[in-house]
């Protein structure tokens, strides 16, 4: 799937559920939080598949140093992400890394299972 038509679902995925928690928070001023841990979530899943894209048709050591590298710094800005949404932001830290988790969880299962339907359709090269 190419990058423009995965952003496009999951930017759906996230207005779909989006406005559930707005339903179910006990105040408004978790919202924030929570819209700033699925902002996280997206980039994130998005940098995840732009990353296996770009190195799917270069030699194996390409890839996992892409995946694997990608995965490292992710992380790394993830982190960094958080501690300005705590500390610089102001931002509520449990409904942040609730929301943060929850779409983490949620859109790693939709990559892996559009990549597994990827794989199957594609023969191997290596």
């Known amino acids: 799937m ?38 996280l979530a997206m980039l994130n899943t998005l940098a995840a598949h732009a990353l296996v894209l770009w190195s799917e048709r ?17 992380m790394a800005l993830m982190l ?14 449990l409904p942040l890394v609730a929301s943060l988790l929850g779409y983490f969880v949620l859109f790693l299962v939709l990559e892996l299972t559009l990549q597994h339907r990827h794989a199957g359709r594609v023969p191997a090269t290596r």
């Open 2 to 39: 190419s990058l423009q038509r995965y952003s496009i679902l999951v930017a759906l995925v996230a207005a779909a559920t989006l406005p559930v928690a707005a339903l179910v928070l006990p105040s408004g001023t978790q919202l924030p939080a929570i819209a700033f841990g699925a902002l």
């Open 58 to 74: 270069r030699s194996t050591k390409v890839f996992l140093g892409a995946v694997l590298g990608g995965m490292a710094g992710r």
């Open 80 to 93: 960094a992400a958080v501690v300005v949404g705590v500390l610089g932001l102001g931002l509520p830290r």
